[in-house]
């Protein structure tokens, strides 16, 4: 079982900036595709961001595509999101988990607050 840890996420206002980080334990996390997920209050969890075991591909969402960037360190057991050009609508908490979200439980998440 792989144990998710996210952290990074804070108050921004509108066209700000945040990178979340997500360490994973585990020694087989570097198998895994990895995914970024999140859910707004109200709401079901939904998609983000994607990316492959070895980093070389991406996917994302049609409304963060352009303003979000997902990466990996499988040396550090990380799976990073860079968020820029924040909207009031990103605000919501964000999980990681593996690309189908269906594996490993989830963590805690960490609260991403966009003022307008």
């Known amino acids: 079982q792989v144990q998710l840890v996210e952290s990074g996420g804070g108050l921004v206002q509108a066209g700000g900036s945040l990178r979340l980080s997500c360490a994973a334990s585990?020694?087989?996390?570097?198998?895994?595709?990895m995914g970024w997920f999140r859910q707004a209050p109200g709401k079901e969890r939904e998609f983000v961001a994607a990316i492959s075991w070895s980093g070389s591909s991406t996917v994302y969402a049609d409304s963060v595509k352009g303003r979000f960037t997902i990466s990996r360190d499988n040396a550090k057991n990380t799976v990073y999101l860079q968020m820029n050009s924040l909207k009031p609508e990103d605000t919501a908490v964000y999980y990681c988990n593996e690309r189908s979200g269906r594996m490993w439980a989830w963590g805690q998440g960490t609260q991403v607050t966009v003022s307008s």
């Open positions: 585990g020694r087989t996390f570097s198998n895994y595709a």
